[in-house]
């Protein structure tokens, strides 16, 4: 039995879970307890939410919604809206099946994300269902009807026929394991400033030290809602957002943040997402990075072409053209490990700045030379060429800023401005010799003990990088952060000899 309950909006803020507020007298009609899971229903609108039980906050009858619910989900506001206890669902069974080694049929995987996205499973739930994609792992036909599924559970959108791009979407996305995300916010810029249309969505950190939503979010606002996102792209031909603020496979962030919470990510996981989010964009062509090296997520060279293969099989699948781009990695992309230092890197190559990273440059432009070249936007043989063109030339840091301000950022920031933490300590060589690598994980630990991503201004800046020659003693990083106890941890994290490659 449940209630019909009038909604009111609530000036609270729950983070990611959806909360209402419930007197305690309607609960005991329904038998709902503090804390339970409640079905919330208006017309079209269906979702699962959490109960706080209150004698004050709301009267016999009401119902009280916290911000997110109205805000991102759009539960309506001064509404009759029908509350009750969840109806039990077929999503654990499926999970148990496939714990105990079975294969689970298209409905049951559709089911699973769905009520994932739904926020119907609670996270152990999700954890178990995550559990499975390490043992015993899922089919190819698995593989395509969890896309399918994950895309399915949350907002499709269309930006086809924008700026006269015709039905050409354009796209890139990285598996991760690297240290540095400048690679995103450059190629972005070069491409839409060529009039290619580029809605990109980035994640937050989940393994790395951050995510490219992380670094963005210093320099302009990530977090935008469906129409600003239309409008922006149909101004500038591009975006930069976090795909978390658009409801976009909600299933998919759900399970992220399970992984985020145990540091772990596997790949056929890693396949389903990308490809799911790209699908929800409408994006048409796409290009995926696959970076290889010591202690990166690919450490054998001969795991790139299995991967690559199976991007390209699963975006077929789903209609999206698909290119792939297998480079090695011996150490951080760029000068910069941490949000402010990495984006502060990005902004230097748009800038063209002396001192900027030719390494993590070169990186992007060989990414754009393939999607202009791919996209018709240069002949073949002549993509590099334009988008140098489009570097030296000032467009590309025009068109970053365009996006950017788009996007509410109230003014262009020079690079030599961005705030980083005003705490520092030096890393000296332990040996003189030529730097070979640099430990991708040993950077991550670092970063994150100094406080990274949630402390912006925090990092790591390599004065010393892939290549260089150097003395005993010489400085070949500094240490940034705003605390003495954070500066301390990272300290004593940053074991030289055995994060530093020197012969």
């Not at 290619?196 to 951050?210: D, F, G, K």
């Amino acid at each position: 039995m449940g209630l019909y309950l009038k909604s009111k909006k609530l000036d609270l803020e729950g983070g990611k879970d959806l909360y209402v507020v419930l007197n305690k007298i309607d609960a005991e009609k329904i038998g709902l307890q503090d804390g339970d899971t409640a079905f919330l229903g208006y017309r079209d609108t269906e979702m699962y939410v959490k109960i706080i039980l209150t004698d004050e906050k709301v009267r016999e009858g009401e119902i009280g919604l916290y911000e997110e619910l109205v805000d991102e989900r759009f539960a309506p506001v001064n509404r009759k809206v029908f509350l009750d206890i969840p109806k039990p669902t077929k999503s654990l069974e499926a999970i148990r099946k496939k714990m105990e080694g079975g294969k689970l049929t298209e409905d049951e995987l559709v089911t699973i994300m769905e009520d994932i996205g739904s926020r119907k499973l609670r996270e152990t739930e999700v954890a178990f269902f995550v559990g499975t994609f390490f043992n015993p792992g899922f089919s190819e036909d698995e593989i395509y009807w969890m896309t399918k599924g994950m895309t399915q559970s949350g907002k499709q959108l269309d930006f086809k026929d924008i700026k006269g791009n015709g039905d050409m979407v354009v796209d890139k996305h990285s598996i991760g394991g690297t240290v540095g995300k400048g690679v995103t916010p450059i190629l972005i810029s070069i491409l839409a400033a060529n009039d290619l249309v580029c809605p990109n969505t980035s994640t937050r950190a989940i393994t790395s030290a951050a995510g490219t939503s992380d670094i963005l979010e210093v320099v302009m606002p990530v977090s935008i809602k469906e129409k600003q996102v239309y409008e922006v792209v149909k101004k500038t031909g591009a975006c930069l957002i976090w795909g978390g603020s658009l409801y976009l496979a909600p299933a998919d962030d759900e399970i992220i943040n399970v992984e985020r919470s145990l540091r772990i990510q596997e790949f056929q996981k890693v396949l389903v997402s990308i490809v799911a989010k790209k699908l929800a964009m409408g994006v048409t062509h796409v290009l995926i990075d696959l970076p290889y090296g010591k202690n990166t997520k690919i450490e054998r060279p001969d795991d790139l072409d299995f991967l690559s293969k199976e991007f390209k099989e699963l975006f077929a699948k789903v209609g999206i053209k698909c290119f792939t781009i297998k480079r090695q990695i011996k150490g951080p992309e760029g000068n910069g490990v941490g949000p402010a230092l990495e984006i502060r890197e990005a902004i230097k190559i748009l800038e063209q700045r002396e001192d900027r990273s030719k390494s993590l440059e070169d990186t992007v432009v060989d990414m754009a030379t393939i999607l202009l070249e791919e996209c018709g936007k240069a002949k073949k043989g002549q993509g590099e060429k334009l988008a140098r063109e489009t570097l030296t030339s000032g467009k590309a840091l025009d068109k970053f800023w365009e996006i950017a301000i788009a996007q509410g950022q109230k003014a262009p920031i020079k690079s030599e401005d961005i705030k980083i933490g005003n705490l520092t300590s030096e890393i000296v060589a332990h040996k003189s010799g030529k730097i070979m690598s640099i430990n991708t994980r040993g950077m991550v630990d670092i970063a994150r003990a100094l406080g990274t991503p949630k402390i912006k201004e925090a990092g790591i800046y390599f004065d010393k990088n892939i290549g260089d020659v150097v003395e005993r003693g010489d400085v070949i990083a500094t240490l940034y952060s705003v605390t003495e106890s954070r500066l301390n941890l990272g300290k004593e994290v940053a074991n030289v000899e055995e994060n530093w490659d020197i012969v």
